[in-house]
């Protein structure tokens, strides 16, 4: 079966300071892989998705990035934390769309950030 | 383009009671439509699907979701709440290259015991 994984589960970081989240699935290959960003008591916002190793489609410029340098590793990353950057990140994967299969989205239990 | 109207944002019921979250969605072709929830700080996990088969969709937790194209909704019911249903809820569309998913704003459902 397949599962993903996020951590740091919490994390408090001051402004200016660098970030790194992880995301990483088990059990599949070659899926689509995103980061969403949830503010409190407010909807989802994609913010990167990526189809394969290396690509990655940003969705709301800003001062967050993402990388994928594995087939199922996914990275969002910031070099100066903004305190709008307080929020709940919550990374997913599907199978692509060329799977023939169904394909929802599964995600990942969430890191909570922020940032004071 | 593809969206999703999720048309309350918050919904109170009494347990045992019925429970009906509405979500028109806009498409140009035959959507994929999903349901999710979650709970506080929590992942979201997924309720049922649409995926072009049976228009009435059974999902987990007692819910089901009916498919109605002239109407351009797919709303989510459950019979009798339960405690455990105060959660967010938010429908999703797939976009038509697959791609992408296209998500409500969300609506809060609050049981009354």
């Known amino acids: 079966s397949q599962t993903i994984h996020q951590w740091p589960a919490t994390l408090v970081q001051p402004v200016g300071s660098p970030l790194s989240l992880e995301c990483t699935v088990e059990?599949?290959?070659?899926?689509?892989l995103y980061w969403y960003r949830q503010a409190a008591g407010r909807g989802l916002q994609l913010l990167f998705y990526s189809v394969g190793i290396g690509q990655i489609s940003s969705e709301v410029p800003q001062n967050l990035s993402a990388s994928r340098p594995q087939d199922r590793q996914f990275i969002l990353s910031s070099k100066k934390l903004l305190l709008s950057d307080s929020g709940f990140y919550l990374c997913?994967?599907?199978?692509?769309?060329?799977?023939?299969?169904?394909?929802?989205?599964?995600f990942g239990p969430g890191t909570r950030l922020t940032v004071t | 383009a593809q969206s999703v109207t999720q048309l309350d944002s918050h919904v109170s019921v009494s347990e045992g009671t019925p429970v009906l979250l509405r979500c028109n969605y806009s498409?140009?072709?035959?959507?994929?439509l999903f349901w999710y929830v979650q709970h506080p700080n929590k992942g979201l996990q997924l309720l049922l699907k649409?995926?072009?088969?049976?228009?009435l969709v059974k999902g987990i937790n007692g819910f089901e979701a009916e498919f109605k194209k002239s109407e351009t909704s797919f709303h989510l019911t459950k019979p009798s709440a339960h405690m455990s249903d105060a959660a967010e809820y938010f429908c999703?569309?797939?976009?038509?290259?697959?791609?992408?998913?296209?998500f409500g704003t969300g609506t809060s459902l609050t049981v009354i015991p």
């Open positions: 999703v569309v797939r976009s038509n290259t697959g791609n992408q998913f296209y």
């Open positions: 997913a994967w599907a199978r692509p769309p060329t799977s023939g299969s169904s394909y929802e989205q599964y």
């Open positions: 059990g599949t290959s070659n899926p689509n």
């Open positions: 649409y995926t072009s088969a049976a228009t």
């Open positions: 498409s140009s072709y035959s959507p994929s």
